[in-house]
């Protein structure tokens, strides 16, 4: 069974730009949730999706947002790009998302913002 | 909130050697426990998990028990390898709430 995909793997924008990743889940998993990666925060929750609807936010501006497709596919878009969003952007997914499931998670998209 | 707490790194250990890595949690219910690890350039992989107290879990030679009692969660194995080396994550799904709280990652280096 292929694992969770992100596309792309790099990007490099400039400050005040938009930027959308996306993310494909295992098949079969119908929960997808978003992470930011940086040195100073370490690992931080953005939101998670389950059968397109958002159930879950974490604490970061309305500047970031996500949705989720009938096939489960997620984007996510970032608009108005600052420095401080340079980081590693992690989806991960699971069956149904609750708290006792694996979440597995793809590569991740490096954003580099100049 | 919840929250999780690790061990400050980098652990520099020898091939052969004996790991511990601490994880302790607060949590407001009984939250389901999991260590992941991330190599240089790649994503997250899970290690290993545990979904409610005593239980342990575990996998290519790494163990963890849940401690509900000293809400620990801590990460051992017994001989350590080079290819071992990379970074730990602590990790809680608390009961309600669809998403992992991670702690700051552990760094293991193994040298030959």
């Known amino acids: 069974k292929a694992g969770v995909t992100q596309t792309p793997r790099y990007l490099i924008k400039t400050r005040g730009q938009q930027v959308t990743l996306s993310c494909s889940p295992i098949?079969?998993?119908?929960?997808v949730s978003w992470y930011q990666q940086t040195p100073g925060q370490g690992l931080q929750f953005l939101f998670e999706?389950?059968?397109?609807?958002?159930?879950n936010k974490g604490n970061f501006p309305g500047r970031f947002s996500g949705r989720q497709f009938s096939n489960s596919r997620s984007e996510m878009n970032v608009s108005t790009l600052e420095l401080g969003d340079s980081a590693l952007y992690l989806c991960?997914?699971?069956?149904?998302?609750?708290?006792?499931?694996?979440?597995?998670f793809g590569p991740g998209t490096r954003l580099t913002v100049l | 909130g919840d929250s999780v707490t690790q061990m400050e790194g980098p652990v520099t250990l020898s091939e052969e050697a004996f790991l511990t890595i601490n994880c302790t949690y607060t949590?407001?219910?009984?939250?389901?426990l999991f260590w992941y690890v991330q190599y240089p350039g790649e994503g997250l992989q899970l290690l290993l998990k545990?979904?409610?107290?005593?239980d342990k879990g575990s996998n290519k030679g790494f163990e963890a028990t849940y401690r509900k009692e000293t809400t620990s969660f801590h990460l051992e194995k017994g001989s350590v390898q080079v290819s071992d080396s990379a970074v730990y994550f602590c990790?809680?799904?608390?009961?309600?709430?669809?998403?992992?709280?991670f702690g700051t990652g552990t760094r293991l280096l193994v040298s030959p």
């Open positions: 991960a997914s699971s069956f149904r998302g609750g708290y006792t499931d694996t979440q597995y």
């Open positions: 098949s079969g998993h119908r929960s």
């Open positions: 999706y389950f059968s397109e609807t958002q159930r």
């Open positions: 949590a407001t219910g009984y939250p389901s």
């Open positions: 545990a979904t409610k107290a005593d």
């Open positions: 990790a809680l799904s608390d009961v309600g709430f669809q998403k992992l709280v």
